[in-house]
């Protein structure tokens, strides 16, 4: 009988790359995509964290430099 398997997860470090590119976003260029290179909103196990991602690279490539919008997603 075959068995599932179950992507691995790391809650924590989710979160804590989401908390990170939100403090540092517009503040260091490019950070974003470095990231992007390495991390996309699929990559994620828990669906909202790659929502946030997505909106973020939405955001940056549409231009916008103000930060306040990031945060009102």
Same mark, same amino acid.
Do not use: N
């Given at each position: ?12 470090? !989710?979160?804590? @790359? *989401? /908390?990170?590119? @939100? #403090? ?5 260029? %490019? #950070?974003? &995509? +470095?990231?992007? %290179? *390495?991390?996309?909103? /699929? ?6 964290? %790659?929502? *946030? @991602? &997505?909106?973020?690279?939405?955001? &940056?490539? +549409? /231009?916008? /430099?103000?930060?306040? !919008?990031?945060?009102?997603?």
């Amino acid at each position: 009988m075959p068995t599932e398997r179950i992507i691995p997860a790391d809650m924590d470090a !989710e979160e804590s @790359l *989401i /908390g990170a590119l @939100l #403090l540092a976003c517009p503040h260091e260029e %490019g #950070l974003l &995509a +470095k990231i992007r %290179g *390495i991390v996309q909103p /699929g990559s994620f196990y828990r669906e909202r964290h %790659g929502w *946030i @991602l &997505a909106a973020m690279i939405h955001i &940056a490539e +549409k /231009g916008c /430099g103000d930060d306040s !919008e990031i945060r009102s997603i």
